[in-house]
């Protein structure tokens, strides 16, 4: 049995595949309206529209009912999962915990796989990162992503006939890959939206790229991660579709347009936090700082695309 906490839009996905292979899957939900509405229609349709649940998925308020679990699968959004692990973490019974969510803690300045080694340092603890919406995998469409910190049985368990999973032991790399991708990308969404062009936005991505492998260099990632699924395979995907939640809030705010403040951007407040880790670090990441600035209205959106593009000029 495979257990999956949380039922958004990438728990629910991943549930879907999994059963679809063989597994028996149990996904916690915390409201129970939204529980009975999926027992009830066999569908998600306020997260994940469209999809139906395979017989073996069980939903579930209870989250001992995952216990046993080969492995638990953590998807929730980042800001959320240190209060989930300090009020039922403990309790969660299964020699693998795997993050699923892509930021930085606000409130620690950690990631997701640092949150669960404090929580539960006697399971294994790994991170399911990169390139994929949660539609994609559902529907049953060609995915690759990076298990890191997983062992090849864990990586053989977690891998669908549809979604292709390469083991990594690099989890500072995965998850702060996963995480900064979508500051870019909200850069890459303001971009878009207010006009500026499709080469703008190409020499954003670039630089975007560049000051995420700074600060994951100096905090121990390997360049290599950088370069792969979740780095710049998730940064690409996420600064090009409009699929992106990350893209299209930059690109409602560069286009002077409302957002709905219940989508999930984990871009805002994983912003914030590695703006925070940045100046910590004396690492130079003017994008991130840029939109971290815009996110605790600090500065305007003209101010901000007038203090990028008046930076002193220096080598690439
Ligand atoms: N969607 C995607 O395409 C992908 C998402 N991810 C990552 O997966 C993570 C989850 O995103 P996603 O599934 O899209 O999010 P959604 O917005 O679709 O769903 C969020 C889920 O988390 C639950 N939730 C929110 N806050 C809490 C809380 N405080 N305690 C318990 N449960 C809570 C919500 O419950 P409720 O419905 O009751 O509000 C909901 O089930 C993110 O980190 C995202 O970056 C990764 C790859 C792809
Ligand atoms: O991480 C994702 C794709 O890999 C999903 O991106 P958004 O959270 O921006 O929708």
Known sequence: MIGVIGAGAFGTALAVT?????????????????????????RNESRLPGISLPETVTVTPNSDDLNGASVILLSLPMQAL????A???????????????????????????????????????????????????????????????????????????????????DTTGAELGGAMKNVVAIAAGIVI???????????????????????????????????????????????????????RFGQALGSGQGFDPLVTVEGLATA????????QRQIDMPITAMIAALVENQITLPEAIQALMSRPLKQE
């Open 18 to 42: 999994l059963a679809k292979k063989g597994h028996e899957v149990r996904l916690w939900a915390r409201n129970s309206d939204h529980i009975a509405e999926m027992a009830r229609t066999r």
């Open 82 to 85: 240190g209060a989930f692990l």
């Open 87 to 169: 009020a039922q973490g403990r309790n969660l019974d299964s020699p693998w915990l795997v993050a699923c969510c892509k930021g930085i803690d606000l409130k620690t300045l950690t990631g997701p796989v640092e949150l669960i080694r404090l929580t539960r340092p006697a399971c294994g603890a790994a991170i399911l990162t990169g390139p994929s919406f949660a539609a994609d995998i559902a529907r049953g469409l060609p995915t690759a992503l990076t298990l890191a910190g997983g062992d090849e049985a864990l990586q053989i368990l977690l891998s669908t006939p549809t979604l292709r999973l390469y083991r990594s032991d």
């Open 193 to 247: 939206g207010a006009g500026l062009g499709d080469s703008a936005r190409a020499a954003l991505m670039t630089r975007g790229y560049a000051e995420m492998l700074r600060l994951a260099l100096a905090l121990g990632a390997r360049a290599e991660t950088l370069a792969g699924l979740s780095g710049l395979g998730d940064l690409v995907l996420t600064c090009t579709s409009a699929q992106s939640r990350n893209f």
């Open 272 to 279: 914030r936090a590695v703006a925070a880790v940045a100046r």
